[in-house]
């Protein structure tokens, strides 16, 4: 199977597990990951790019387990996954059907109009906003981000959507 984590889900169960220590020694908590890893490791948050200080906060995160924190560590695990910050995948049929009724794989799901709608025309939309900061100056990481969609049904007309995104640094 396949885990994909971004940093915003390590910060997640970092708030549920307490800091850790990498094997180096660095502290990593929920209050600083973002920031080491925006700053030390230079990636993109949205992106989903590995980097060192991720890693060693991951690798201090399985290093430290007791009974105590494995339960804190699988809260923050479902945490994260629960606001789609982990995804997971399974060859196993079962394990991989189960991570699809919870919505844990990360796939789109197939979308089927409800049945008051299966006699008149009914379609689905779906919309991804996705932003990459190709620069070298981070500034992404100081821009606030909103959006709102906006859906218009009415009778005798056609449906319109209207996507607003705002950005403010």
Known sequence: GTAFLTSKGVRRILSKTGPVLSPQGDEFSAENIIERVTFEGGASLDVGQTTEPLLDAVRG???????????????????AASHQE????????????????????????????PTQFHST??????????????????????????????VTLAPETEPTVTVTLVYRN
């Not at 995160?61 to 945490?79: N, P, Q, Y």
């Not at 689905?124 to 992404?140: E, I, P």
């Open 121 to 150: 025309r009914c379609t689905s939309d779906f919309l991804g906003v996705f932003d990459a900061n190709l620069s070298v100056n981070r500034a992404d990481y100081f821009l606030e981000r909103e959006r709102n969609v906006r």
């Open 61 to 79: 995160l399985r290093g430290s387990f007791t009974k105590d924190s494995a339960a804190r560590f699988a809260r923050g695990m479902l945490d």
């Open 86 to 113: 982990l995804f997971l995948t399974a060859h196993q049929p079962d394990i991989a059907q189960a991570l699809s009724l919870v919505s844990f794989d990360g796939a789109i799901g197939a979308s089927t109009c």
